[in-house]
Nanobody
Framework: QVQLVESGGGLVQAGGSLTLSCEAS????????MGWFRQIPGKEREFVAA????????YYEDSVKGRFTISRDSAVDTVYLQMNSLKPEDTAVYYC?????????????????WGQGTQVTVSS
């Protein structure tokens, strides 16, 4: 059983930055991948970024490459999503998920556990 708690969402102007955090409670995360997804009402959950816990390999959706950075801190079992140059189209509820190693990491159904989500709103 893994519990995930997201934080760091909020309201920001276009061009601004936010950092999301996702703290995990698990016996070990070494065999897991952790991902960030986002969802707007009426749409499917969309992949944003993922990181393998053991090796730190990262994966990004094309529209966020160069703007978002995913990282993890093993000391506090937390994964971060640093979001820069935010755009109004980045507005969504952001969720972190954890799942077993082995792709595709962009598929929501790969992830077994999810956090409660945190709202990110980017004003124009």
């Amino acid at each position: 059983q893994v519990q995930l708690v997201e934080s760091g969402g909020g309201l920001v102007q276009a061009g601004g930055s936010l950092t999301l955090s996702c703290e995990a409670s698990a016996r070990t995360l070494l065999q897991y991948v952790m991902g960030w997804f986002r969802q707007i009402p009426g749409k499917e959950r969309e992949f944003v970024a993922a990181i393998t816990w053991l090796t730190g390999n990262t994966y990004y959706e094309d529209s966020v490459k160069g703007r978002f950075t995913i990282s993890r801190d093993s000391a506090v079992d937390t994964v971060y999503l640093q979001m820069n140059s935010l755009k109004p189209e980045d507005t969504a509820v952001y969720y972190c998920g954890v799942g077993p190693l082995g792709g595709p990491y962009s598929a929501p159904n790969k992830y077994d556990y999810w956090g409660q989500g945190t709202q990110v709103t980017v004003s124009s």
